[in-house]
């Protein structure tokens, strides 16, 4: 007997990155320049910890809502370096990664038929996320003109009065494009003027190599009305913990713990109590990674001006998004044709939303001669074309 | 620039001039320069390679010696740390706080070497009050480098 599955989850495209490793994963010796994961290993002291806590016999469920001294440590890390003020209790929930947080905080905060904004190019969860709980995603289309920041008058011109939520996911996933602090109270004056929700995704925050990096909720009138995300994947090199977390007004965060308690139960014990060894003593591997992923950026920006490659200077996140419209192919053409001339991976920025379409994703998680070799042979590729 | 510079060669002295130049956000002439001052200022001191020796068929002992010396008057250590650095097959010389005062390490071909080096050259110092002679077993990790390091990835391809 069988019955026809759901029909909501059946019209879900499956993620165009997907559909490209696929290929990738049939050839041998490519060299990937295509996913978002740090190249470097969890430092070892917060590897120790872990062991420890398996010898300890740490074996255990945590709380629901996770590890309370964790939850201590989220807090004061926010205060320390972001300036925010989350009361570690009633405000916080520990999460499986940064992507568990987002699928709460849509679904505790939507009901059907709510508008969900996100600003594409993007990663590309926040749209099925909104879809699988009755929301209505609204796209809009970020411009390279603007380094793919959001502007006050592109989130005005979305606003309907069904808006219920804008998503705003920078540092950048693909674009590698950042907010500054005036950038965010011009966004953030529209959202406490429409009486909009903010899920911010800071996974990114510690990668920013322009000045300091600032979050919406700090902003005034802002914490209210705010789902701020971050975790330990992206700044610690803990993608395998799978470990994220959201501070949020305890109203919202009750609801979220809600959804979280019956589907999750509580994020993996042994990577809370690595994480803890990461909020205390990790900010000198931080800046040590951060160092060295700003070389990489350095690097690969003055290659791609040797071969003339258009691309804006990206501050953020370990990505950069050239632009390859003077080619006249498509993006999905281009990633194709580059991996089966030379055998190098890169993600075609249509993957990541229309207004993507004519750039192409490249990660520098990898180290510097990996990417020179790339670079070399992007630049035999591209001098053919 | 200086500290970045010197951090990025230390780990890698063969990088090209015009990747660290792109890596720092600099010139190629900004690089050689900067090296050159380096150099005339003693900060670089020679660039090295780290050989693991034990996978090549050339017999290799190396001991550590710690040294227990007297100081000289307005000297110190320093005249009696020259005596033994000069000989060639020493190849570092430490002062160290505790309980001895120089650490030093010897390179020979057999152990025999060691042993006359101690006993012939070394102990016969006058400054010199007592030796203690230990033999390296293995290099695990040398300069900040794993030797035998399994490079072999384990990671599967993921969609983010």
């Known amino acids: 007997m069988i019955h026809k599955l759901s029909e909501k989850v059946i019209n879900i495209k499956p993620s165009g990155i997907r559909k490209f490793f696929d290929l990738v994963a049939e050839k041998k010796d490519v060299i990937s320049l295509g996913v978002g994961e740090p190249d470097f290993d969890t430092p070892w002291h917060i590897r120790e910890e872990g062991i420890y806590a398996f010898e300890k016999g740490r074996t255990f469920y945590t709380s629901n809502s996770g590890l309370k001294d964790l939850r201590i440590e989220i807090t004061k890390y926010l205060k320390r370096r972001y300036n925010l003020d989350y009361d570690a209790m009633s405000e916080t929930l520990v999460t499986v990664g940064g992507s568990e947080a987002i699928d709460l905080a849509i679904r505790a905060i939507v009901n059907d038929g709510d508008e969900v904004i996100i600003p594409e190019p993007c990663y590309v969860s926040y749209k099925p996320c909104a879809i699988l709980a009755n929301a209505k995603p609204v796209v809009i289309d970020l411009k390279v003109e603007n380094e793919f920041r959001l502007t006050a008058d592109e989130l005005l011109d979305a606003t309907t009065d069904k808006t219920k939520i804008l998503v705003l996911p920078f540092p950048n996933n693909p674009t590698g494009a950042i907010m500054e602090e005036k950038d965010l109270k011009e966004i953030a004056k529209v959202c406490i003027e429409k009486d909009i929700y903010v899920i911010t995704d800071e996974i990114y925050a ?6 300091k990096h600032h979050s919406i909720a700090e902003i005034p009138g802002m914490k209210e009305r705010t789902v701020y995300i971050n975790g330990f994947s992206k700044a610690y090199a803990m993608t395998g913990w799978r470990l994220g977390y959201a501070c949020a007004p305890n109203e919202i965060i009750r609801q979220m713990t809600k959804i979280h308690q019956f589907a999750i139960m509580c994020a993996p014990t042994i990577s809370q109590y690595a994480a803890i060894e990461a909020l205390k003593n990790g900010d000198r591997d931080v800046e040590m990674m ?5 070389q990489r950026r350095l690097f690969l920006i003055e290659s791609f ?8 200077e990206p501050f953020g996140a370990f990505y950069v998004f050239p632009c390859i419209k003077k080619y006249n192919m498509t993006s999905e053409e ?5 991996l089966e001339e030379e055998n190098v991976a ?8 229309d207004s993507g379409e004519g750039f192409l994703r490249i990660s520098y998680a990898y180290s510097i001669e990996n990417l020179k070799v790339a670079f070399e042979k992007l630049k035999r590729f591209v001098s053919k074309l | 620039m200086r500290e970045k510079l010197l ?14 130049a792109k890596m720092l956000g600099v ?4 690089i050689v320069e900067e090296l050159e001052k380096l150099e005339k200022e003693g900060i670089i001191c020679g660039y090295l390679t780290l050989i693991n020796w034990e996978k090549t068929s050339k017999e290799k002992v190396t001991g550590l010696i710690e040294v227990r010396v007297t100081p000289q008057r307005e000297n110190g250590f320093d005249k009696i740390a020259e005596r033994i650095y000069n000989y060639p097959e020493v190849k570092s010389v430490y002062l160290i706080s505790g309980a001895y005062d120089l650490l030093v390490t010897l390179e020979e071909d057999t152990l025999k070497g060691i042993a006359s080096f101690v006993s012939e050259k070394l102990s016969t110092i006058d400054e010199v009050i007592s030796t203690a002679t230990h033999f390296i077993l ?22 983010l």
Request: proline share 3%; charged share 30%.
């Open chain 1, 206 to 211: 510690e990668l920013t190599y322009k000045g």
């Open chain 1, 290 to 294: 951060k160092e060295s992923y700003n």
């Open chain 1, 305 to 312: 001006k040797e071969i003339g490659l258009p691309c804006f």
């Open chain 1, 334 to 338: 281009f990633a194709m044709k580059f």
């Open chain 1, 346 to 353: 890169v993600v075609p920025g249509s993957a990541f939303g």
């Open chain 2, 7 to 20: 951090g990025l060669i230390e780990r890698n002295c063969k990088i090209d001039v015009s990747d660290l």
């Open chain 2, 27 to 30: 010139t190629e002439a900004n």
């Open chain 2, 138 to 159: 293995k290099k695990y990790k040398d300069h900040g480098v794993v030797f035998d390091n399994n490079l072999k990835t384990e990671r599967e391809t993921v969609t």
